[in-house]
């Protein structure tokens, strides 16, 4: 069986033709956002067009090029495509890929090694809101004993930030966020109006 994504060629952006009745929109945002993807990884993935050159999957991708002034692209051609089989795949492409669900967990601990090692985490696509939601910055906790009314953070208590944490497998670390749930903490929650809080009186609680 042959496959369109056998053979990859360039192909002029300005004899690639949009699919006029597309339904998956592309702000000018996202776009920018695909623009900064390309400048840091190069082209990655081709457009799939038909044998007339129109876009079947990649108009985001086109978008950007035009943008970053790219005037030709690794294209891929679906030949032989029925015309329903097109018009399926232009919604296919983009729904498959939303079916998809994120390991937030294993997300915290990427996006912990990435920013460790200096890399723009919002070159994932994730905005600043949604990456601060992921990370649990260091916060001062209600008093623990001899050490109640201290200011001591998170990182100052357990020895690293829970967002730097290298290995959510290894024992060491199942051990630590034990340690988390005996004050009150979820870690899959961080904080907000649905994660740490401080009860009256200065004992922790989580709200359920």
């Given at each position: ?19 006029a009745r597309n339904s998956r929109t592309h702000s ?71 079916n998809a669900g994120w390991d937030d967990e294993m ?97 922790p609680m989580v709200a359920g």
């Amino acid at each position: 069986m042959d496959w369109p994504a056998d053979k990859v060629e360039r192909r002029k952006v300005s004899d690639l033709v949009p699919y006029a009745r597309n339904s998956r929109t592309h702000s000018p945002e996202q776009v920018a956002q695909i623009a900064a993807s390309i400048r840091e990884w190069g082209w990655t993935m081709p457009i799939l067009i038909d044998e007339t050159g129109g876009i079947i999957a990649g108009h985001g991708r086109v978008m950007a090029a035009q943008k970053l002034g790219i005037e030709d692209v690794p294209c891929m051609t679906a030949i032989g495509w029925s015309e329903a089989k097109r018009r399926a795949y232009v919604i296919a492409d983009n729904k498959l890929a939303l079916n998809a669900g994120w390991d937030d967990e294993m997300l915290r601990v990427e996006f912990g090694e990435l920013r460790d090692m200096g890399f723009d985490l919002e070159l994932t696509g994730f905005s600043i809101d949604e990456l601060q939601g992921f990370e649990m910055a260091d916060e001062d906790l209600p008093g623990q004993g001899a050490n109640e009314g201290s200011t001591a953070s998170l990182a100052d208590k357990f020895g690293i930030a829970p967002f730097s944490v290298l290995n959510a497998r290894e024992g060491w670390w199942q051990s630590r966020k034990r340690a988390w749930l005996a004050l009150g903490i979820k870690s899959e929650l961080g904080r907000g109006e649905n994660g740490y809080h401080a009860a009256p009186g200065g004992s922790p609680m989580v709200a359920g």
